[in-house]
């Protein structure tokens, strides 16, 4: 089972604080209009630690909901939640992707997805066994809040959606001082394992093509990618951005013929 232990989290920058990460959400947003608020996640070995979070609503008892959902609700309603493996919905991958469950046998061995998204179980359980996910039994919640209330200091991850246009300024951004170059996972169906799965297990940027289930249940618009990222990179991209802004590079981009020479345009972005 291809699970990674999140002690290895990302040390190579200072972490920076609630409010600073709040200032560069509220840049994000300014940058590129998003649609939606930024958020973050924090996991908790201690749920009644996570409960003293201030403003911190928890789902219903006896009503389920898959983690895209929960997302939803932050994103959207501005809520700041906090989350058990009890409020998620019982026999999928949901707890198990943020490390609240261990995965479930029907669910690991393949039998669940067999006949559905795949076409035999060896498939499907390859498809369990590569996905990254934090590693099960030291977590017991995990908060989820806009970032532009800093209730979370810091987050684990910071997090957004937006538009491959949205999207591409904010990797700019975080190329702009000290190019790196980015691979991302695609796991297919359950590709929150992608996004808060890979980023929370390894700290590591991910950026994520959100799958049916986060479309369907968790309403994700055709259009819509999703980043995670640690605190720190998040800001670095968004400082990023701002230089970018001042160098005549910003959303929305301002359309240039195709018809016409466009040497006049590259001469000022390329030269």
Not at 151 to 179: E, K, T, V
Request: charged share 25%; aromatic share 10%; hydrophobic share 35%.
């Amino acid at each position: 089972m291809s699970t990674i232990d999140d002690a290895n989290s990302h040390q190579e920058n200072r972490m920076p604080s609630g409010e600073e990460v709040k200032d560069a959400a509220e840049g994000l947003v300014d940058l590129i209009k998003l649609r939606t608020f930024p958020f973050g996640m924090k996991l908790f070995e201690d749920s009644e630690e996570m409960l003293s979070i201030k403003g911190l609503r928890t789902p219903s008892d006896g009503k389920f909901f898959t983690t895209c959902q929960l997302v939803t609700q932050v994103r959207t309603a501005g809520f700041t939640l906090g989350i058990v493996q009890d409020n998620l919905r019982p026999g999928s991958s949901c707890g198990a992707n943020i490390g609240l469950e261990a995965i479930p046998d029907d669910v690991g061995s393949g039998e669940k997805m067999n006949g559905v998204w795949f076409g035999n179980q060896e498939a499907a359980a390859e498809h369990q066994k590569q996905m990254p996910r934090v590693k099960s039994g030291r977590y017991s919640g995990l908060a989820a809040s806009p970032l532009r209330s800093a209730r979370l200091d810091p987050p684990d991850i910071c997090l957004f959606y937006a538009s491959p246009g949205q999207m591409i300024l904010f990797i700019n951004g975080l190329q702009y001082h000290n190019y790196k170059r980015y691979d991302f996972t695609m796991t297919g169906e359950s590709a929150c394992a992608d996004s808060w799965g890979r980023a929370l297990s390894t700290r590591k940027t991910s950026l994520a093509l959100p799958c049916y289930a986060e479309r369907r249940y968790g309403g994700v618009a055709d259009d819509e990618l999703l980043m995670a990222c640690p605190p720190d990179e998040f800001v670095t991209g968004v400082e990023g951005m701002k230089h970018l802004a001042k160098n005549g590079l910003r959303y929305p981009y301002p359309p240039y013929s195709a018809f016409a020479d466009p040497a006049d345009g590259m001469s000022k972005s390329y030269n």
